[in-house]
């Protein structure tokens, strides 16, 4: 027989999930009439689908926590009202037989199963857009790829780096650490944010989705446009300057956005400024350089080249992504 304590578990679960999809419909109401005023079909197209994944990844969570349920009640009918280790502790988790909490012999618990890679191939050898609604052109998605992680593991999104002494860099886009924690994939202090908003509950998950890794580049690039908007970056455009090489550069919406996933928007925006303040006298630049670490040196080069390389690709501000 069923405990009274299962039943009120189970019934609350899916009365909340139930809950969450009501919200979740209301919600994509509002994202369709917001998709409606959109200026251009990709922007609906992006409200719209993004209303339809949060709705998948409510019914996603309603069909775990059932069947979470029915093995727990399989394995321990009591295990409502049985004592478990505390969560923070080795064994976490799992039942004990009722006394101080040590493992017992009959321990018995659930691990639901983690979330295969999907695969980016179309079967001939093609990548395969994981998410043809994004608001981020694939040329430029394809080039920034290209640069990163070269196409490797699953068109590059199972690519990972681990720099001695720094988070792993993540995915087909390389997001280093810093971006991570920028866009809500990490807390401050380095540690998984399972409840971050691309559906990635651990590292190896988001290397495994790659939907969710395109999630995250275009929430890494708006939030960078907004911090460049903010401190001024966008009024260069259309400016030319003579970079630390010697060459000449064109400020583009592309290069602005190019440079900023690979230095990060505060580097971008001090870069900015220096160029602008080296170029308003003759051999400034020679000067400063002298003034440099190799890294700092380095670092301003990979800048200027990403600003080079990306100066006529097709990209436009998403202004799409609330922050």
């Given at each position: ?80 009202s049985q004592p478990r280790v ?9 039942w004990t037989d009722g006394g ?224």
């Open positions: 027989m069923v405990s009274p304590n299962l039943r009120d578990n189970e019934g609350n679960c899916r009365e909340q999930a139930a809950s969450i999809l009501n919200r979740i419909a209301h919600l994509s109401g509002q994202l369709s009439a917001v998709a409606r005023g959109c200026r251009t079909k990709a922007e609906a197209d992006a409200f719209i689908e993004a209303s339809a994944a949060h709705a998948v990844l409510a019914r996603t969570v309603l069909a775990s926590v059932t069947d979470a349920l029915a093995r727990e009640r399989k394995f321990n009918p009591n295990f409502a505390p969560g923070g502790q080795p064994e976490g988790g799992r101080s909490g040590g493992p017992s012999s009959r321990i018995r618990y659930v691990q639901l199963q983690s979330r295969a890679p999907v695969s980016a191939d179309d079967g001939r050898g093609n990548w395969r857009d994981p998410w043809p609604g994004s608001p981020v052109p694939v040329e430029f998605r394809n080039e920034i790829a290209a640069r990163e992680s070269g196409g490797r593991g699953n068109h590059g999104y199972s690519a990972i780096y681990r720099p001695r002494g720094e988070l792993p860099v993540l995915g087909r886009y390389q997001l280093a650490g810093p971006a991570q924690i920028q866009i809500g994939l990490r807390y401050a202090d380095g540690s998984w944010n399972a409840e971050n908003p691309y559906g990635a509950r651990t590292e190896q998950e988001f290397l495994n989705n790659p939907a969710a890794q395109e999630r995250a580049l275009a929430a890494y690039l708006s939030d960078n446009e907004r911090q460049l908007q903010q401190r001024g970056a966008y009024s260069f455009i259309g400016r030319e300057f003579i970079g630390m090489s010697g060459e000449r550069i064109t400020i583009t919406e592309a290069g602005l956005a190019a440079a900023a996933h690979r230095a990060g928007a505060p580097r971008v925006i001090g870069y900015l400024r220096d160029l602008q303040s080296r170029n308003s006298e003759s051999n400034a630049w020679r000067a400063y350089r002298e003034g440099l670490t190799p890294a700092q040196i380095e670092r301003y080069n990979e800048l200027e080249a990403r600003l080079r390389e990306f100066e006529h690709a097709r990209y436009a501000r998403l202004r799409l992504i609330p922050h």
